[in-house]
């Protein structure tokens, strides 16, 4: 049994990282309510959030975390065109088309990534990223604590959006009944665009968090993309705040895992916790109807 | 023991549960070969509960039921359906990618997957001429107009050789002529050696099918005896018969409770109303003002190949109310979708207050002040009431959008008491009050009304028509699309008839009512 | 009882066979390799409609099934010996298995949360076989053996390709048809009417899953070698899905010409190995939008559009 401070530093490390998972997830989770589509490039927006923050780190030498908003803003300029060329004229189809539309972006974009910015994994270097932190026994990284804090305050952000404004019940209205919407005067196509813009561009801020942290390539989005997918399964369809539960709990369970059956598990525990969570409570374990 | 005097079915003790909801509270019900027994009640009574309980898509939470003594209570739909029970569906559900035929096919080979194929095409073949459906056999499903689609569940229940037939509604949107073929139907489906059961609000079926009657309230059995002793008792009229849309007069003594908990609506002075009314009324617009709210000129629409409307005409100025009458299938409803946007017509003019609007999309029709209540009424199941009620507040701030709250919950009261419970959580009538509120939140100039009876009990249908006239009073523009003629009649200025896609008929109620020619067609014996 | 028309398809594709089986006496190496190719993928792709066209089940597990049998086959082949034949029998057996196993859980998932739920499994296989030493871990095993000559391989996949369409004709032109289509309509209204729901589906993800696990099988024998990332990769999905795409899901020639066009596909993009993908899904996207019944649904609007024109 390791001693008391490493596991407390893995642990919590894992829960910090689950908060800054739940952000990217809660975009797919946005665009899964709303279009009840399965984002199959959602992990590529991911890569792309992190390819921006590194390229803007270094060709303005500011810190990537301040150039957040503009991240998120090329995000939802890059995803308003794929919806209006791509996504819309194929709205009165079933969802296969649409997915399997994403998919070919999904392939296309990682493509581009090799041929952009050649093979090579990278990540954003800052300095601060990899202090440690330490209350006790316990270490985690600085850019953890960073990451997870930002990603909080934004999940929560955007369930406000969701759950007080206009904006927020056109959404739930439309992803509810979208033709009984259109009729009362919701402009479903619009409402649907800038949930998939929102989506992606949670997805990129969450991208440049973690590319911060961690490592990545042109061809890391897969893995996300499943880790996102258990989060939503996790937390509740449309549910933001069970996104964010569905997060930590994810991080924490695969810290675990990761703990006590060794490092290269890690993801197995993930996947193999998505699959228990699917076969007993499809509707997600956090879920709350509202009748 | 004779095996004539035990019952076909027996149910005992059947409770059903959802949550902290009873939806089914300790009914009890015996069947017995032969019989067809009617199930009347008001909406959320729990019949279709009753009828899911017993063809097995809803597992029991208490009690036992017995089919010729052996206990199904445990089993699947799919076991009940072999052992011998079929049911319809309210809202007809047929296999609509096969043919007729093919649906039939699939309970016979599900009970008999040997079956010789020629001896199952016979049967077939029997089965389509019983139910009328022999011409079409080889049509797609999706083909099939209203009526025929509920023959076509009643001989998919019959091809599963049944012992038990639960009819769920079968009666909901057809008009007289067609409720006379159903009703010949069932008394021609009737057999020695099966029991039916038949879930009606058209009490005309009931009446003439059924010898025995029950009658659910609140999930609990209220009485049971000879259908004509139970219309004509007290108790039951109270609770679900109402007024029938003629009004009762002053002196009727003190309301009954479950009257009162149903007084929703109130009834104030026309200055009051429309003092009231006035934030969810829009104002006359200055310009335009000579031109008539809506126009229609030759607008010819469908669905792919079939012409549903084939050149209507219709002009609507501000403060009428116009009927909409019709059998099913003439186009009702695909006349409300081309005055919303839903459906794009082929040809035809379409203006909104002297603009032309043919092919503008649904969400700009309705910020031009067109509001449709629409069919099944479509309330948002995932947003409270109150946020159902605001979604539709689209051109207002929040000040505005408040005053007309206020107006849609002294209009509706209950739907104050329950604006932070979810959209669906409340019963039919009340949602139909939800859609209604959702409509006028709009601030419209014109309301559609699509078939707002549909489903709910005559005594919360006279509320509802109360609600409208006091909409009337205080000029509101409406369209009443109806298959309750008398109550539609009762309430508008002008009345037409659509029959093979344009109107065969218009004029002021009384005309209609007199014309010989539709008496025959849609108006009747219906309650 | 098969139809007239059921009874024709099986002549067929007997005949097909028939004729296919000497290919290898007139036929190159290179020939060999691309009909192997599209008689794996026609396979999968076949497995795949059966799932999805006839019981409604949109899935992103073939990789699973593929990967199962190719371990289970090299398993067998390097520590039994048996005979390949055998050895791909318990391939099926082994795929069959597995989804009778996992399908309780997955059953209850409907529509997009099972498409969802076999995606997961897949990646669940893959990384159990990538942490698990015994399996070979990230660095896979190789057959202790030599794999047999091309044209002995070439005829195993026929053999696997003719069984995948022979079971697609029982399924589309038998009594089982009917049954099968409810299902995929409207799995409770089928109950009503004495249908089995969960059996059915059941049936036909045993099936399917049987027929992936041993092309998965034949074509690990052919690479001689395997990894986790190769065989239980996504790349299988994902291709099945393009093919089905393509062809135009849910008709029966449609993964026959989808299997044909993605590996001609293939080959022709072979020079550009860098934009291939790319390129790969730009034909996808513009095939989605304005070819949605694939290309044998473009060729049979076409054909009845000429007919419809032609002077009679």
Redesign the interface.
């Known amino acids: 049994m390791p001693e008391i401070g490493i596991v407390l530093s893995t642990v919590v490390s894992g829960v910090l990282l689950g908060g800054m998972l739940a952000l990217t997830a809660l975009g797919l989770s946005i665009v899964l309510g709303v279009m009840r589509l399965v984002n199959l490039a959602h992990g590529d927006f991911l890569v792309v959030g992190a390819y921006a923050g590194f390229f803007f780190l270094k060709f303005t030498g500011v810190d990537p975390l301040v150039g957040l908003p503009v991240i998120a803003l090329l995000l939802a300029a890059l995803a308003v065109p794929l919806y209006h060329f791509l996504l819309a004229p194929l709205s009165t189809r079933g969802p296969e088309a649409q997915m399997m539309t994403m998919f070919a972006v999904s392939i296309i974009l990682e493509n581009v990534f090799v041929l952009a910015f050649s093979a090579d994994t990278r990540t954003i270097e800052r300095d601060y990223a990899t202090l440690p932190l330490t209350f006790g026994s316990m270490t985690v990284p600085l850019i953890y604590v960073i990451g997870f804090s930002i990603a909080v305050a934004l999940i929560l952000m955007v369930h406000w959006l969701i759950s007080r404004s206009g904006f927020g019940r056109d959404l739930r209205a439309s992803s509810a009944d979208a033709q009984a919407a259109e009729m009362l005067g919701v402009d479903v196509k619009r409402v649907q665009m800038l949930s998939f813009a929102l989506g992606a561009a949670c997805a990129g801020v969450g991208g440049t968090l973690i590319g911060a942290a961690f490592q990545f390539g042109p061809s890391s989005g897969g893995a996300y993309l499943l880790n996102s997918l258990a989060i939503v399964v996790l937390g509740g369809l449309g549910n933001v705040l069970g996104t964010l539960a569905g997060g930590l709990a994810l991080g924490f369970l695969q810290s675990i895992g990761g703990l006590v059956l060794g490092d290269g598990y890690r993801d197995l525990v993930g996947m193999a916790l998505f699959l228990l969570v699917l076969a007993f409570r499809p509707d997600g374990f956090l879920a709350r109807a509202r009748s | 023991m004779n095996a004539i005097d035990a019952p076909l079915l027996e149910v005992r003790g059947i409770v059903k549960r959802y949550g902290g909801l009873v939806a089914i509270d300790h009914v009890d019900l015996q069947l017995w070969p032969g019989t067809i027994t009617g199930v009347i009640g008001p909406n959320g009574a729990g019949k279709s509960t009753l009828i899911g309980l017993i063809?097995?898509?809803v597992p029991p939470s208490e009690g036992t039921i017995r089919l010729d003594g052996r206990d199904v209570s445990r089993l699947?739909?799919?076991e009940r359906?072999?052992a011998g029970i079929?049911?319809t569906?309210q809202i007809p559900?047929?296999?609509?990618?096969?043919t007729v035929e093919?649906n039939l096919?699939?309970?016979q080979?599900?009970?008999e997957?040997f079956i010789r194929?020629s001896l199952a095409r016979e049967q077939r073949a029997v089965l389509l001429a019983r139910t009328g459906l022999a011409d079409v056999a080889r049509l797609p499903a999706r083909a099939l107009p209203l009526l025929r689609r509920k023959r076509l569940e009643i001989a998919?229940a019959l091809?599963?050789k049944p012992r038990i037939i639960l009819l769920d509604e079968v009666g909901a949107g057809l008009v007289d002529n067609e409720i006379t073929e159903l009703i010949a139907l069932i008394r021609s489906i009737a057999d020695p050696r099966s029991a039916i059961v038949i879930v009606e609000h058209v009490l005309r079926v009931v009446r003439e099918c059924c010898e025995r009657s029950m009658v659910l309230n609140f999930g609990k059995k209220l009485i049971e005896g000879p259908t004509a002793e139970i219309f004509a008792n007290d108790q039951v009229a109270a609770v679900y018969l109402g007024t029938g849309g003629v009004r009762e007069p002053a002196g009727r003594g003190p309301p009954t409770e479950a009257a009162a908990a149903q007084n929703v609506v109130h009834v104030m002075g026309p200055a009051a109303e429309r003092r009231v009314m006035s934030p969810l009324i829009a104002p006359t617009a200055a310009e335009g003002a000579g031109a008539p709210l809506l126009e229609l000129e030759g607008i010819c629409a469908g669905y792919g190949q079939a012409r549903v409307l084939r050149g209507v005409d219709l002009t609507i100025g501000e403060g009428q109310v116009i009927a909409i009458l019709g059998a099913n299938g003439a186009g009702k409803t695909t006349l409300a979708r081309v005055i919303?946007g839903?459906i794009v017509p082929t040809s035809g003019v379409l203006r909104i207050a002297g603009e032309d609007v043919l092919g503008q999309?649904?969400?700009s029709i309705?910020?031009l002040g067109i509001a449709?209540c629409?069919e099944g009424r479509?309330i948002?199941?995932?947003?409270?009431v109150q946020?159902?009620l605001?979604?539709?507040a689209?051109n207002a701030d929040a000040s505005a959008a408040g005053e007309r709250l206020g107006a849609v919950y002294d209009l509706f009261p209950v739907l104050a008491e329950r604006r932070d419970?979810?959209?669906?959580?409340m019963s039919g009538g009340q949602q139909q009050m939800l859609a209604i509120g959702?409509a006028l939140m709009?601030r419209p100039r014109l309301i559609i009304f699509d078939e707002i009876s549909l489903g709910l009990a005559p005594v919360i249908m006279d509320k509802l028509y109360e609600a409208l006239a006091v909409l009337k009073q205080a000029g509101m523009t409406l369209i009443i699309i109806e298959q309750d003629v008398d109550r539609a009649l009762a309430l508008a200025d002008h009345a037409y008839v659509l029959e093979h896609g344009v109107f065969g008929l218009s004029g002021p109620p009384s005309k209609i009512a007199a014309d010989p020619r539709l008496r025959h067609i849609y108006i009747g014996t219906a309650d | 009882m098969k139809t007239h028309s059921g009874l024709a398809e099986v002549g067929v594709l007997c005949g097909a066979f028939v004729l296919l089986w000497f290919a290898p006496v007139i036929a190159d190496d290179y020939a060999l390799q691309i009909a192997f190719r599209v008689l794996i993928y026609l396979s999968l792709a076949e497995s795949w409609n059966l799932l999805a066209g006839s019981a409604g089940l949109v899935s992103l597990g073939t990789s699973c099934f593929v990967g199962l049998g190719a371990y289970v086959a090299f398993g067998l082949l390097n520590s039994l010996d048996m005979p390949l034949p055998l050895v791909l029998v318990c391939c099926a057996l082994a795929g069959g298995a597995l989804a009778a196993l996992v399908s309780p859980a997955l059953f209850r998932l409907r529509g997009l949360y099972f498409t969802v739920g076999t995606l997961a499994l897949a990646e669940l296989l893959r990384l159990t076989m990538v942490n698990v030493s015994a399996f070979g871990g990230a660095s896979g095993i190789f057959l202790r053996q030599d794999p047999p000559p091309l044209p002995e391989l070439f005829h195993y996949a026929l053999v696997v390709a003719l069984i995948a369409s022979l079971s697609i004709t029982a399924c589309a032109r038998t009594r089982v048809s009917v049954i099968l289509r409810a299902v995929r309509d409207d799995e409770d209204a089928a109950a009503q009417m004495g249908v089995r729901p969960y059996r059915v589906k059941l049936g036909a993800f045993v099936l399917a899953s049987a027929l992936c696990a041993i092309a998965g099988g034949v074509q690990a024998t052919k690479l001689g070698a395997i990894e986790p990332y190769g065989m239980f990769g996504l790349q299988w999905s994902i291709d099945v899905l393009a093919m089905v795409i393509i062809g135009g899901v849910g008709l029966r020639l449609g993964p026959l010409v989808g299997a044909l066009l993605v590996v001609a596909l293939g080959e022709a993009l072979a020079d550009y190995p860098e934009a291939h993908i790319a390129i790969a899904g730009v034909i996808l996207i513009v095939l989605i939008r304005f070819a949605p019944r694939g290309v044998v649904g473009v060729v049979a609007s076409l054909s009845s559009m000429m007919r419809r024109r032609a002077p009679a």
């Not at chain 2, 559900?93 to 096969?98: A, I, T």
């Not at chain 2, 948002?380 to 409270?384: G, R």
């Not at chain 2, 419970?421 to 959580?425: E, L, M, V």
């Open positions: 063809g097995g898509a699947p739909a799919s359906a072999r079929g049911r569906y559900r047929p296999f609509l990618d096969m093919e096919e699939v309970a080979y599900s009970i997957p194929a998919r091809a599963l919303s839903a999309p649904p969400h309705a910020r449709h629409m479509r948002f199941s995932t947003l409270s946020e159902n605001l979604v539709a689209r419970h979810g959209g669906t959580s959702r709009a």
